[in-house]
């Protein structure tokens, strides 16, 4: 059976359990698959800075209610955020650090910051 290095591609020859032809390989591997890493850090980061940016651009003052709508067409990605707060009424609040939303009706949502929910 043959074997083949795992950057390169080249067929190894040698102890049956090599996984790459040398030392560069091996790092050229690695640094592959770290570049990988950071970048899938480096995209998710960016997705929720632009979340709280907009936030922050709709709400200036502390709590404002907007629509869904008005958030999705600021490119707004619901599907991220950095936590979850769960107040003692019942509400679920998202948040994108200290900016966040809660979903009030089908097509509405209240946008807070994070002191004026703790201030309550
Ligand atoms: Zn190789």
Known sequence: MNRFC???????????DKKFCNDACRSNFNNKLKT??????RRINAILKRNRR???????????KVLKEDLSNMGFDFKH???????AKGSR???CYEFGYLFIKQ???LLVKNESLLNQ
């Not at 955020?81 to 769960?86: D, G």
Request: aromatic content about 12%.
């Open 6 to 16: 795992l950057d390169c591609q080249e067929p190894l020859i040698g102890r049956s």
């Open 36 to 41: 990988q890493d950071q970048n899938y850090v």
């Open 54 to 64: 907009i936030i922050m651009d709709l709400n200036p003052n502390g709590m404002k």
């Open 81 to 87: 955020y950095t936590h979850i707060l769960n107040t």
């Open 93 to 95: 609040y998202f948040f």
């Open 107 to 109: 097509d509405e949502v």
